[in-house]
């Protein structure tokens, strides 16, 4: 049984300090942020996007002396998505407040640790949020006020807005990127390219993916956390800059039998540079007793962590506990531990959800299933052109 770990910083502001988590609840955690006052843009604020189209656009983040930057935008009623990055090189952000009249999406001040539904947000380099991540989270039109924060509060901090202002749909495209003298025994990039391809086809998204192949220079063996893995993901700036970059490590220095990380839930997709663009997924977690790439385990591996990158999270965590904030995926809980050894296999929860995509960890059969909700939250997303 392998675990499949997505990557995301909880960090205690007074000390900057990092640890890993990845998890989420379906209603388990604190009750959602209270409604807003009123809240009304400047006149000069600007409306998101263009008709019918996907934009990028990038503002600075100004910090006062509270150490926060403030952006007004106008959302447009046709907004079908819009995704937030807050990049200051590879210093801490997070989004202490975005808000709308009426409405607190995202409250740092009153939930610290970024437990409440559905965004789950904290501290992370190069912070990212999308809307919708659910079923109720779309953006009303309006006015909404994003307040961002660094660790920091440098002067080349910037806000990017990826904003869709039409139709879910078009096509995901991908690039696999060999990292150093990384090798794939018995295998080959296209190879892992092409059962990509055929997993994300199996899972009936209603879109197109794209996958290509690449190289960058780097250490194949980089620590799960630190400042290499975070300048490996910030090493390949593709001309198009929506493509996703798939980092191919030998393995995790610290974390042998790690499978993948993702750089957020959702990641800095549309921002090549950032730290937390890109998954990366590891071979030698994949290989079989042969000492070959399980190519249909690596190619399921990517997709999860792409489903991560793209703003999905577990359906259900290891314990059984914590739950994703869709309310269409399948839960399995504690209740389901047979074996009592404190965790749910995906063995035990293969009626519960053990076949989906973005259960936590793998098992000893395909796992390519998603809701209804979970394909609308990848194919609304703003790379998706």
Partial sequence: MQERLALTLLVIIASGAGIVACGGGNGDGPAPLPDAGPLSCPTAAPTLGIAGEVTTESFPLTFDETGVAAVDVVVPEDLTSLALVADDGLEFTAFWRV??????????ETDPDGLRTPFFHTWNHSASVIFPIHETSALAPGCLRIEALSDGAGLGATLHVLARRRAEGGTLRVDLVQVGATELPGAT?????????????????????????????GDPFPRAEGDTALALRGSYRPADPNRVPIYVIQGFRDELDTLGIAGGIPGANGVPGAASAGVIV??????????????????ETTAHELGHQLGLFHTSEAEGLDHDPLGDTPECDADRDSDGDGTVSAEECEAQGGRNLMFWVSGDFSQRELSPWQRRVLALSPVVR
């Avoid at 808000?99 to 740092?108: K, Y």
């Avoid at 990509?196 to 197109?208: H, K, Q, R, S, Y």
């Fill in 189 to 217: 990039l296209d190879a892992l390219a092409l059962e990509l391809e055929t997993v994300v086809d199996a899972t009936g998204l209603p879109i197109a993916i794209e996958v290509a192949t690449a190289a960058v220079d």
């Fill in 99 to 108: 808000a709308q009249d009426g409405r607190i999406w995202i409250d740092l």
């Fill in 282 to 299: 590891a071979v030698d977690a994949h290989l079989t007793e042969d000492g070959e790439v399980d190519v249909l385990l690596m190619a």
